[in-house]
């Protein structure tokens, strides 16, 4: 499956957009066995990002609207990573197919309390329902065999998204084991910490020099904490305060990390945390 032209950016960045989507996928199933989820490039009318499901099962049209993600790319792609990181499909980023991706009406409920609705609207406001109709409902006709069908589609959505929900509220996982190689993380800044590093604290005189770090709690993704100090290269005269020339981060802020060790692994509370060292990053972004 060639990939397609992603619209207002350089060649350079579709090729690593590419290379970090291909590093995600791995290790996934074969969209012909458990089908994809699909990021579908804007188009005419429709400025943002979609997330849609391809199913291998239904013989007619396979693919489904989901949600509308964002009119960024990075944006898109972070939002739609971590919807689907637990579920064993693979994510594609795809053209529209007009062809393909309009709905034939069979996705419309035509019984009960939400006559009328969408079964991806039903997704998002009664999943509980959605079920029902998946393994509850008794179809009559062929047309019914079909909307069940789509509806068990959903609902394996439904369960995807459950996964995640899951899995962040056990406090995530650990990126591995201690003195592994971690690499190509893209990180999310929740806490700064500023104290003086006490082993390099030194007087020249009268006058203190203070090393400051930064203590950062961070999150990936998937739901993931990591915690990092980074230590600043130049002395303060003042305790816990960076001197202007070290980068200061700020809660919410991107970090891009080429590669780092795991130093240990810990939980506080009920959260893992997986602490890094040695930590090259690839630049920083706001």
């Known amino acids: 499956m060639a990939n397609p032209i992603i619209p207002g950016i350089p060649q350079a960045e579709q090729d690593s957009l590419y290379s970090k989507l291909s590093a995600y996928n791995q290790g996934r199933a074969s969209y012909k066995e458990a089908g994809a989820y699909l990021v579908v490039l804007p188009r005419p009318g429709h400025p943002q990002y979609t997330l849609w499901i391809y199913s291998p099962l239904p013989e007619r049209q396979s693919i489904f609207y989901i949600c509308d993600l964002s009119t ?123 104290e003086d590093n006490p082993y390099k604290t030194q007087f020249k005189g009268t006058t203190p020099y203070f090393y400051v770090r930064q203590v950062l709690k961070l999150k990936d993704s998937a739901g993931n904490f990591v915690s990092i100090r980074m230590n600043a290269r130049t002395a303060s005269r003042e305790s816990c305060r960076l001197p202007a020339v070290e980068h200061a981060y700020q809660v919410g802020e991107t970090m891009e990390i080429a590669s780092a060790r795991i130093a240990r692994t810990y939980m506080t509370g009920n959260t893992r945390y997986t602490r890094l060292t040695y930590v090259k990053l690839r630049g920083h972004t706001g």
């Not at 995807?160 to 084991?177: P, V």
């Open 72 to 194: 960024d790319i990075h944006e898109t792609l972070r939002m739609a990573s971590t919807l689907c990181f637990y579920s064993p499909r693979s994510l594609l980023l795809v053209e529209y197919n007009a062809k393909r991706m309009q709905s034939k009406g069979d996705d419309i409920i035509s019984i009960g309390k939400y006559h009328g609705h969408l079964l991806h609207e039903i997704l998002r406001i009664d999943p509980a329902y959605l079920a029902w109709i998946a393994f509850k409902f008794r179809p009559r006709i062929p047309k019914q065999e079909r909307f069940v069908e789509i509806a068990k589609i959903y609902h394996s959505v439904y369960l995807d998204i459950q996964r995640r929900k899951t899995q962040q509220a056990n406090g995530g996982r650990f990126l591995g084991k201690e003195g592994e190689k971690v690499e190509n993380l893209t990180l999310t800044v929740l806490s700064v910490r500023l």
